[in-house]
């Protein structure tokens, strides 16, 4: 089985979409990247947003620049720049710009109380 990608996903735009979806910050995962030749992720969320009365609960990430690869999201220090679409009528529709970024959680510190 293959292992999730946790991401960290940063809507910068439309500008208004964090009074619009309640947050910039997304957090999902995909599978999509053990492929290196996929050149977009379909990123399964967390939790998701409602978007001009529909809610979304997938995206489709791509990078923002043409000839890049989503792979060097691993290379990058603050993020990598990508599209993102969401489903509209049974197709994906580029809506938003922004960054995403590999998610690490946290482990709590064990200091011994309960």
Not at 5 to 25: M, N, Q
Request: charged share 30%; with cysteine.
């Amino acid at each position: 089985m293959t292992a999730h990608l946790k991401l960290c996903i940063h809507v910068s735009e439309p500008f208004d979409f964090e009074r619009i979806a309640g947050t910039a910050d997304l957090a999902g995962w995909t599978v999509d990247h053990v492929d290196a030749e996929n050149e977009d992720w379909e990123v399964h969320l967390d939790q998701g947003f409602d978007f001009h009365d529909r809610h979304v609960g997938r995206l489709l990430i791509s990078p923002r620049y043409v000839g890049e690869r989503l792979a060097r999201m691993f290379d990058a220090i603050a993020g990598f720049p990508v599209r993102i679409a969401h489903r509209d009528d049974g197709s994906w529709h580029y809506a938003f710009t922004g960054m995403i970024s590999q998610r690490h959680e946290r482990e709590e510190p064990d200091n011994g109380n309960v």
